[in-house]
């Protein structure tokens, strides 16, 4: 998954992209609304982090707009602000969800997946196809009674193609779900782990194929 930060103090903001990047998510880094904008405008995200005060603006006239434009990437307000009229105010304008500064990383991870398997239509972090079950908390494979631990970035990726079996995903668009701005990325880097997730899922139901001259596509076996 590939994710927006939107938040202007550097150390918290360093925290929760490590953070992140250690669950295997690519995090894009904005310390300003203006470079927010200039980011979406550019980039697709499958979530935004967003900061409510920053130094050129306040982060709801920026979800306000999102929603304006009918921009439905999920949004999960990060404020200072804990009264219960501030939280219904955010939940109004059309974020997702909120998290009240200071706050632990293992619940912003919570929330993070919870809005994510909302927005996917899901009850749980659990995915199935041809009888291919994928968890996305415990980062596993399930099938014909085995378990499959997947490293994280083999997780995102498995993650894109449980959710569309039979969409053809070109190399540019998984690159650009698997890393931020600052990787240094190529499609050498998604083939080797096309290959690592052929190899995980020998023995299943389901297969990833290539699509000659336009990608790869997961499909039954």
Same mark, same amino acid.
């Given at each position: 998954m590939r994710f927006l930060l939107i938040e202007d103090n550097p150390k !918290?903001?360093?925290?929760? &992209?490590?953070? !992140?990047? !250690?669950d295997g998510h690519a995090v894009d880094h904005a310390g300003t609304l203006s470079d927010a904008t200039d980011l979406t405008a550019v980039a697709d995200y499958d979530l935004i982090l967003l900061d409510i005060m920053l130094p050129d603006g306040d982060g709801r006239d920026f979800l306000e707009r999102q929603r304006q434009a009918e921009r439905r990437t999920p949004v999960i307000v990060? %404020?200072?602000? =804990? =009264? &219960? =009229? $501030?939280r219904v105010g955010l939940l109004d304008l059309g974020a997702d969800d909120y998290i009240v500064k200071p706050f632990d990383f293992s619940e912003l991870e919570a929330r993070v997946r919870a809005v994510l398997r909302?927005? +996917? +239509?899901?009850? $749980?972090?659990?995915? %199935?196809?041809e009888e291919t079950t994928l968890d996305s908390t415990k980062g596993e494979l399930r099938f014909d009674g085995q378990t499959v631990s997947l490293r994280n970035r083999e997780l995102r990726l498995l993650e894109v193609f449980f959710a569309a079996p039979g969409q053809v995903f070109s190399k540019t668009h998984l690159i650009d779900r698997l890393f931020s701005l600052s990787d240094e990325a190529s499609e050498n880097a998604i083939e080797v782990y096309v290959g690592r997730l052929r190899k995980r899922l020998e023995g299943s139901g389901a297969k990833i194929? %290539? &699509?000659? +001259?336009? +990608?790869?596509?997961m499909v039954a076996r």
């Open positions: !918290l903001a360093g925290v929760v &992209v490590e953070r !992140l990047q !250690l990060i %404020t200072a602000r =804990s =009264s &219960v =009229s $501030d909302r927005q +996917g +239509g899901a009850a $749980d972090n659990t995915t %199935t196809f194929e %290539t &699509v000659r +001259g336009m +990608g790869y596509r």
